[in-house]
């Protein structure tokens, strides 16, 4: 990029040669003195190839679970399992841990002696919470591991 900048010497017309100019420069005048503002930074020269917000937007796209239908909506709630991992025998409730069905069970079920080996693991039964199936980066990753599958 070249600029030259200067003020006439008889007359007060500023005389400007700008090859390049990107968008957000600005030119202010100062008394005798132009002053150039030049916006962004990075590389001497150089434009950036990517804008960090550009970036960061395509990394929310690939990773959040977002998405695909009734089947997506079903994966977020944790599908079938559900988040919580162990259920109560006798009523059903699910928990995240034996500790929490534990108090479950004594508060709820006090004559009942509580017992971890009925608990049952609904992540066992129904093969785990979820599976990402609308995380565009893991889709994108299962169709290539597909295609070389297919292809050896």
Not at 17 to 29: D, E, F, I, K, M
Not at 131 to 144: D, F, I, Q
Request: hydrophobic share 30%; glycine share 12%.
């Amino acid at each position: 990029m070249a600029v030259a900048l200067w003020r006439g010497g008889h007359d007060s017309a500023l005389s400007t040669r700008v090859n390049a100019l990107p968008q957000s420069a600005t030119l202010r005048v100062r008394g005798k003195y132009v002053v150039l503002h030049l916006q962004g930074g990075g590389r001497k020269g150089k434009e950036n190839k990517h804008t960090k917000a550009e970036l960061k937007a395509k990394e929310k796209a690939a990773t959040k679970n977002m998405g695909g239908g009734a089947e997506g909506l079903m994966d977020r709630k944790g599908g079938e399992a559900g988040h919580a991992k162990f259920e109560c025998h006798v009523c059903g409730i699910r928990s995240p841990s034996l500790t929490t069905l534990k108090i479950h069970h004594e508060a709820k079920h006090p004559k009942i002696p509580f017992d971890p080996e009925k608990a049952q693991n609904v992540h066992a039964k129904y093969g785990g919470s979820t599976r990402g199936v609308a995380v565009h980066g893991t889709l994108k990753n299962a169709k290539k591991k597909k295609k070389e599958k297919t292809r050896s």
